[in-house]
């Protein structure tokens, strides 16, 4: 077991530094977490436990048109296997309603929050997750995010 570990971790590293790599070819900050006119802040706390928001700005040419933005946020594990998906906060639906395919009317700062659950409720172990922020379904922003115990 520790050995599948210890090679999941070396290959997440390869990973990070590859897209990273990639990132600054593209032209697309790795730290800013920027592209198209969205910036996926880096969360806090992070590390985190058992909880931390997530910052995202939105850009005026995320709004064609006239029609709202249609964001989504999703967690993923080391495996890319999806988690979660945080609440947005302070969002004109309300409180705790889940950063999928939500509409967004207005550019400029915004947040989301994930309680470290999964979708069943359950509290997600300790170690590296990815967020990975989409906005009218073109190519998505990511960072990593740290949960300890």
């Not at 006119?37 to 005026?60: D, H, K, M, R, S």
Request: hydrophobic fraction near 40%; charged fraction near 20%.
């Amino acid at each position: 077991m520790r050995r599948i570990f210890g090679v999941s971790f070396v290959l997440l590293l390869f990973l990070c530094s590859a897209s990273h790599a990639s990132a600054q070819r593209t032209g697309i900050g790795a730290q800013s977490g920027q592209a198209n006119g969205v910036q996926l802040g880096a969360n806090y706390p992070n590390p985190f436990n058992p909880e931390t928001t997530i910052p995202f700005n939105l850009g005026e040419d995320v709004f064609v048109d006239g029609r709202p933005a249609v964001v989504t946020i999703r967690i993923f594990d080391i495996l890319t296997q999806l988690v979660a998906h945080p609440v947005a906060l302070r969002h004109p639906l309300g409180e705790g309603v889940e950063v999928d395919r939500l509409e967004y009317y207005q550019p400029g700062r915004h947040e989301a929050f994930w309680d470290g659950t999964d979708r069943m409720g359950r509290e997600v172990a300790s170690g590296i997750y990815l967020m990975q922020l989409s906005v009218n379904g073109f190519r998505p922003v990511t960072r990593k995010i740290i949960v300890t115990k």
